[in-house]
């Protein structure tokens, strides 16, 4: 799997914004971001990666406050995994860069990222599910303090499980 | 082992952090949205892998060989539970290269249970030296790609790489020859094969040795005298003081490649070898004869290397079975150092039969050159002024063969011993 792979999602990154507010100033900053990103690819240093990735999300942010629609939760959910699959491809690319790396790992790796996918579009529509529910049950001051807390959580958790230490787990240096 | 968070779970925290931080500011849930793929990842790395048990087993095609050859090596490695990914790397030392289209020394797989999984690659050793190629170092990654454990396993195995050495005809003969049985006429009489003088018979004369057409002609019986052939002792003395150029076109790896050339050839003559280093301390191998002397000697040359110390060593502190009066003492040397050339004098001075092997610098720093018009009057008048410290050994009466490393071996020596026999002559 080469660094070419990675061309996709970085069409992704300038596409889902300007497709969602086809403006100059979108495509300015999308443009720059993946330039950034490619460039990163093309070096192998991750930070450019983020750097081009948090740029996107800059232009993509601007793209929807911009347009102020109601919520596209089917472009988020693909520029959300455009974003992910930018950032897997990429690692995979720098880890892996010089090795022989056997056709086994490739696919065992991209029926990873399949399933993974597919979490992602169920996680997705349960959660625009339960917004809509929200929406309907909980009065406008109360949705931006659930959303917030939400947020917080997901957060928290994520930091958590990347932290904690469990029985099991192994000893660093042991 | 170690275990630790990859820079991909580090890449995901902050952009992740980035779009719940923009959608809050912005209140747009669309952000939140985007945040949530990531966090998906995540949360996916929270099934950590449990800690890999596995055996590493790695065998060399050879574990012994020459210069320029190649070695292929088997890595395998048996795994008690799957490891989805597995990234090994067997570290190779500086002067070891990857054989065109001969693999990859870092490989990525996928270990499945109580399966051997494993792959060979070959490797050129275009130096000699003895390698260490037993680091092998083992990544386990889990496919979320947000961990990794890394393991470091030493394995017991190093390969031998030996002098290459080109076979040598032409040797310097020795001048004075030993007791033992060998290739060389002494002018002792004696049990040879080389015919001396023809004198009349004396009772206790061995008939078979009776001259029969010169008994006939004077009608008196004669008998010929023999030479003894006899062995001798040859000392290598080379020099470890200085290196130059690029490994392994370097002026010490020629030196000991025409000493491994030399002792070769010797010990092939059933001559006594010994070896001298003569570097920053001395190292020496006693004199011996033999398939075994040639083993050791091989291995002796291996590790020679300069080392930098302010002490200058000195042969005359060698004891004697190191140094035999009797010995021809060959010095290899590029003649760059002022030590080894005091070092020569000196045994010269102490009546020791030296010939020096004066290997040329220039061509192994002219490899690395860019070949300018610079380039090129430098070497010519660094030439000429290494030959004019050859030319001050021979004012001396030191026998010095120059050997150009772009040329053989044997035709520097073929044109020297044929020099030198003449001397031998009219002296």
């Not at chain 1, 625009?128 to 049950?137: E, R, V």
């Not at chain 2, 057409?213 to 290598?236: G, M």
Request: charged letters at 20%.
């Amino acid at each position: 799997m080469n660094r070419w792979w990675t061309a996709l999602p970085i069409a992704g990154l300038l596409a889902v914004p300007v497709w969602t507010a086809p403006s100059t100033p979108v495509i300015v900053i999308e443009a720059v971001g993946c330039l950034v990103a490619a460039l990163g690819v093309y070096r192998f240093a991750k930070s450019a990666v983020v750097s081009g990735c948090v740029i996107g999300l800059l232009g993509y942010t601007f793209a929807v406050w911009s347009e102020g629609r109601g919520v596209d939760v089917i472009g988020s959910a693909i520029f959300g995994f455009t974003v992910l699959s930018l950032l897997d491809l990429s690692e995979f690319g720098r880890r892996f860069d010089g090795a022989a790396v056997a056709p086994d790992v490739v696919r065992a790796q991209v029926i990873y990222w399949l399933g993974r996918a597919a979490v992602v579009a169920v996680a997705v529509a349960a959660l625009a599910a339960l917004g809509y529910a929200l929406s309907m049950l909980v009065p406008g001051g109360g949705r931006a303090i659930i959303a917030g807390a939400g947020a917080l959580l997901a957060f928290g958790g994520a930091l958590g499980a990347g932290i904690t230490r469990r029985p099991g787990d192994f000893v660093p240096n042991g | 082992m170690t275990i630790r968070a990859t820079p991909l779970a580090y890449a995901l925290t902050t952009v992740m952090g980035c779009a719940l931080f923009l959608g809050i500011l912005t209140g747009r849930a669309e952000l939140f949205v985007v945040a949530l793929p990531l966090a998906i990842a995540l949360l996916s790395g929270a099934w950590r892998q449990q800690a890999p048990r596995f055996a590493v087993r790695q065998t060399v095609s050879v574990d012994r060989l020459s210069e320029g050859q190649q070695v292929t090596v088997s890595v395998a490695l048996l795994a008690e539970r799957p490891i989805p990914v597995v990234e090994t790397l067997v570290a190779l030392p500086p002067l070891l290269a990857l054989a065109a289209g001969g693999g990859n020394n870092r490989t990525v797989l996928t270990a499945a249970a109580r399966r051997e999984a494993g792959w060979s690659f070959a490797i050129v050793c275009p130096a000699r030296g003895r390698f260490d190629i037993g680091t092998v170092l083992v990544r386990a990654w889990d496919l979320s790609g947000l961990s990794v454990i890394e393991e470091r396993r030493v394995l017991p195995r190093s390969l031998l790489v030996y002098p290459d050495v080109p076979a040598i005809r032409h040797l310097p003969k020795p001048v004075r020859t030993q007791r033992s049985f060998g290739n060389y006429v002494s002018p002792l009489l004696g049990e040879g094969i080389e015919p001396d003088e023809v004198r009349p018979f004396v009772a206790g004369d061995r008939t078979r040795r009776i001259n029969w057409r010169a008994s006939l002609r004077r009608r008196q019986l004669y008998v010929t005298q023999f030479q003894e052939e006899r062995n001798a002792d040859i000392i290598l003395l080379l020099d470890a003081l200085t290196d130059i150029g690029v490994r392994p076109y370097s002026t010490l790896d020629s030196c000991v490649r025409a000493t491994a050339a030399l002792a070769k050839g010797y010990l092939a003559r059933k001559d006594r070898v010994g070896f001298v280093e003569f570097g920053a301390f001395l190292r020496w191998i006693d004199p011996a004869t033999g398939r075994r002397q040639a083993e050791v000697l091989m291995e002796g040359l291996l590790p020679s290397a300069t080392h930098f110390s302010y002490v200058v060593p000195r042969l005359d502190r060698l004891p004697r079975r190191i140094l035999p009066r009797d010995s021809l003492v060959i010095a290899v040397t590029p003649l760059l150092d002022e030590r080894f050339v005091g070092a020569v004098n000196d045994l010269v001075a102490r009546e020791f039969d030296v010939v020096v092997l004066a290997i040329s610098p220039v061509e192994a720093v002219r490899r690395v050159l860019t070949h300018s018009f610079a380039d090129e009057i430098a070497c010519r008048l660094w030439a000429a002024e290494w030959r004019s410290r050859g030319d001050a050994l021979r004012r001396r009466g030191i026998a010095v063969c120059e050997w150009h490393t772009d040329q053989p071996l044997e035709a520097a020596l073929a044109s020297f011993t044929a020099t030198r026999r003449h001397s031998a002559a009219r002296a």
